[in-house]
């Protein structure tokens, strides 16, 4: 096995990262919102999974999804576990979040995202909850995660707050709970730690494993050891 830390999409010197807010007076509004108003590539502040209430005559919700894709077409069908580095610059409130699956970025296919991508996600889980931490923290992703990157040769994400996740709307006195990622630099703000089968690696009859396709028709990949040598 070998681990590999992927870096954000990269384009044109942009990388496929952003938080969008949206916010409104009732939950269901920017909950369900087909648009964000407010969207973020870069900075440490900019509270990326974030729920908002303000109590009172001016009531008004907020949410904020963050976004993000990798390419893993190098190491697709061998991927055996993924993980996610998070580069935290600070926390408020003990933000609970989960990693589902993102559609932004036209699909995952470029590094500019717009407000429209607020709903592009599909929920489908990538990990269980998590509490977002003060300092860089790394996440579990799924089985499912790992097969989708294996077949698409790549993985679109969405870190949501679990009360967004779960339709809980907060009430009573106001509060503001959010993470904030450090996009600084937003080509190290995630890394998607890739685990993969590099198979037998060794030389064979002369013919260095680089070269090799299969042995006695077994694809070299799925191979892990040849009389005891591994």
């Known amino acids: 096995m070998a681990v590999v830390g992927v870096a954000p999409y990269s384009s044109g010197g942009n990388s496929a990262v952003a938080s969008i807010y949206n916010y409104g007076g009732t939950w269901s509004f920017v909950r ?23 109590s009172g005559g001016r009531a008004k919700y907020g949410i904020t999804r963050l976004f993000s894709w990798f390419d893993v077409s190098p190491y697709a069908g061998n991927i055996t576990s993924l ?3 998070v580069k935290s610059s600070g926390v408020r409130g003990g933000i609970v979040a989960r990693v589902i699956q993102g559609t932004a970025f036209l699909v995952n296919t470029s590094a500019t995202s717009a407000l429209q991508d607020y709903n592009n996600f599909i929920i489908t ?13 790394t996440v579990t992703l799924n089985s499912t995660s790992t097969s989708a990157a294996n077949s698409a040769g790549k993985l679109g994400i969405c870190i949501m707050a679990n009360d967004d996740y779960t339709d809980n709307s907060p009430g009573g006195t106001s509060s503001d709970d959010y993470g904030d990622l450090n996009k600084s630099t937003p ?9 993969y089968s590099t198979g037998f690696s060794h030389i064979v009859n002369g013919v260095t494993a680089v070269n090799i396709d299969k042995i006695n028709g077994v694809t070299r990949t799925d191979i892990d050891s040849i009389n005891g040598v591994s």
């Open 187 to 195: 080509s190290t703000s995630l890394t998607l730690n890739v685990t």
């Open 32 to 54: 369900m919102g087909t648009t964000g108003q407010a969207l973020y590539t870069t900075g440490s502040s900019d509270h990326d999974v974030r729920i908002e209430w303000v």
């Open 83 to 85: 993980t996610l580095t």
């Open 125 to 137: 889980d990538y990990s269980s909850t998590f509490t977002w931490l003060a300092s860089t923290f």
